[in-house]
């Protein structure tokens, strides 16, 4: 015999209860997808290939600023006769109809050889070409400082001498500094050099 009250036999005991599994899901039933973690190798490569291509720009625009092109040169060898106490210009560079550029000037050097001190200045002719004269303002419509001014078409660098004895000079190919968009250079432009005598007064 059992006692009254006592749990049927295979019932569980007051106060407990059954541990239950989850219920599995059911066939079909939507689950959260898993997001894949960034892999820091995959970073790394981009990150490299960024880096490469940025310094490929870097290098291409470096070269690009200081390889502008060239300036005309020629072999011409310029003869120019002068008197002591008047200046004489000698046209060094021209830039021809065709030259399709604008070059603002920084500076233009010239290196020159002479048995006596004299003064040699570049400058800039604006809308002209001077071959030897004594009277420039017949050949520019302006003669200025190179320096911070624009070279076009139509325009040429000229050098000023003065002596105030007789000399023998000979003037090299000029080398003109300039900046072109975003370009800049120093360059040797126009005639090979300039053989100056610069005679005495009778």
């Known amino acids: 015999m059992t006692d009254a ?4 036999s295979g019932a569980p005991a007051p106060g407990r209860r059954r541990a ?3 219920a599995r899901a059911r066939s079909g039933a939507l689950s959260i997808p898993r997001v894949p973690r960034p892999s820091f190798q995959s970073r790394g490569w ?8 940025l310094a490929l720009i870097v290098t291409w625009l470096g070269w690009y600023a ?6 005309p040169v020629s072999d011409k060898v310029v003869n120019a006769n002068g008197v002591v106490g008047t200046p004489l210009y000698v046209g060094m560079f021209a830039a021809s109809g065709e030259f399709g550029r604008t070059l603002r000037i920084s500076g233009v050097k010239v290196h020159t050889t002479s048995d006596v001190d004299l003064e040699v200045t570049p400058l800039l002719c604006r809308r002209g070409t001077v071959g030897v004269t004594t009277q420039p303002a017949q050949f520019c419509s302006d003669l200025v400082d190179p320096e911070g001014q624009r070279l076009v078409a139509g325009d040429s660098i000229v050098v000023r001498i003065e002596s105030d004895t007789a000399a023998l000079a000979v003037v090299d190919r000029v080398r003109i500094a300039y900046r072109e968009d975003i370009r800049w250079d120093t360059q040797p432009a126009g005639h090979r050099q300039a053989i100056v005598t610069i005679a005495a007064r009778p």
Do not use: D, M, N
Not at 47 to 53: E, Y
């Open 5 to 8: 009250g006592s749990a049927p």
């Open 20 to 22: 239950e599994r989850p």
């Open 46 to 53: 981009r990150i490299g290939l960024l880096a490469a291509a």
């Open 66 to 71: 200081t390889t502008p092109e060239e300036l």
